[in-house]
């Protein structure tokens, strides 16, 4: 199911096998938050961006259209049209990025809907048959993401409860695989390291976390405020408890070169709202450094976004011919640039397996390291 194939110092170049499609890492995954990636890109196109995995938002499907709508339809891959793997978050990261709205207690935690006000309990239980129902290839452990800066105190209190809050998910999640009428009965489960920027917290919580010998694990909390170093820092640390045989997974991450430097350390899955984000205020990355497409510098500039790269946009499509979308509020030119963010950022993931495939990845690493997050 998972196999390590070949190491540049903590690097890995990995297969990862799941019930839905066969995934090469490092890689990253398309963040489809409520089953379909923000500027019109469907689950269709993501064939043409070499994506592997696509990413959906346990909670905004949950308040809409419903997961249980979502069953009866046959559960998410039917109903997005992709039909390789899928992860789900567990709701977990709205516990800090709606912290307006809910309210935290042992059971789990109470939401006002984002939408309209609606009262939501979520817990451990909960989100596994959330995600149960939208049956999904891997489920996340509902956990509580703390924002940085955090006090020890609460971060261990808080490390404690997702930890109880693990156990709990393990259990719903074993007796959802075991019923009958489960859209997916060989649902995998990843557990989430926290722990804030304290190194022995995140050590001891990884150790903890290990013994329930899940399918695979992440860690969470971190790119929420916190200085890149801590960043790279806590990776670094807890690494070396991470189990060598799963998967790891580092949550909301990143920059291009947050990305080069986590697989460096270790790391072999990736999400992030950025690449999408970005493109739909025209701001693109290329392998010269990242430019904004509204500029005036490209209203007659003939040349693709990126010369270099095979994308259909760039393939099709010049700068100018972009920009004007852009000034002309057609929803096209955000269409266009989303398909060219994803696109680099999966070619980027390709390149890595290939030098760590060829034993260059650290020479790749530092020609690019910079160049690739430097506006232009």
């Not at 409860?161 to 019923?179: G, I, P, Q, S, V």
């Not at 350390?265 to 990736?270: A, H």
């Amino acid at each position: 199911m998972f196999k390590v194939i070949k190491k540049e110092g903590s690097a890995r170049l990995c297969d990862f096998e799941t019930v839905h499609s066969k995934i090469k890492t490092p890689a990253f995954m398309n963040v489809a938050t409520s089953g379909a990636i923000k500027g019109a890109v469907s689950a269709y196109d993501l064939e043409d961006i070499h994506c592997q995995v696509q990413l959906c938002n346990t909670y905004h499907l949950h308040v809409r259209p419903g997961d249980q709508l979502i069953r009866e339809m046959g559960g998410l891959h039917k109903f997005t049209g992709w039909d390789k793997t899928i992860l789900t978050d567990s709701g977990g990261f709205q516990v800090f990025s709606l912290a307006s709205l809910r309210k935290i207690e042992e059971k789990g935690v109470l939401f006002s809907s984002h939408v309209d006000g609606k009262r939501i309990f979520m817990g451990p239980e909960e989100s596994m048959r959330i995600q149960s129902n939208l049956g999904s290839t891997i489920a996340m452990a509902f956990d509580e993401c703390v924002a940085n800066p955090a006090t020890l105190e609460y971060a261990t209190k808080s490390c404690d409860r997702t930890t109880r809050w693990l156990y709990r998910c393990k259990d719903e999640m074993e007796r959802l695989n075991a019923l009958h009428d489960t859209i997916n009965n060989k649902q995998m489960l990843f557990g989430i390291n926290q722990g804030c920027v304290f190194d022995d917290l995140r050590i001891k919580h990884m150790q903890t976390i290990k013994k329930l010998d899940l399918d695979g694990y992440a860690i969470g909390g971190l790119a929420v405020g916190e200085p890149k170093e801590d960043m790279y820092r806590v990776i670094s640390a807890v690494e070396p408890y991470m189990p060598e045989n799963k998967p790891r997974y580092l949550m909301g991450v990143g920059t291009p070169g947050n990305i080069l430097e986590a697989v460096s350390r270790g790391v072999d899955l990736f999400d992030c709202v950025m690449p999408s984000r970005n493109a739909r205020h025209g701001h693109l990355f290329t392998w010269s450094g990242i430019i904004n497409i509204n500029n005036e510098k490209y209203a007659r500039d003939d040349n693709p976004l990126d010369p270099t790269c095979n994308c259909p946009t760039c393939q099709r499509h010049s700068r100018s011919y972009i920009r004007h979308l852009f000034k002309s509020k057609e929803m096209l030119g955000m269409r266009l640039c989303v398909i060219h963010n994803l696109y680099f950022y999966n070619t980027l993931m390709e390149k890595i397996r290939e030098n760590l495939e060829n034993g260059t990845f650290t020479e790749f690493k530092e020609k690019y390291v910079d160049i690739l997050d430097t506006r232009i």
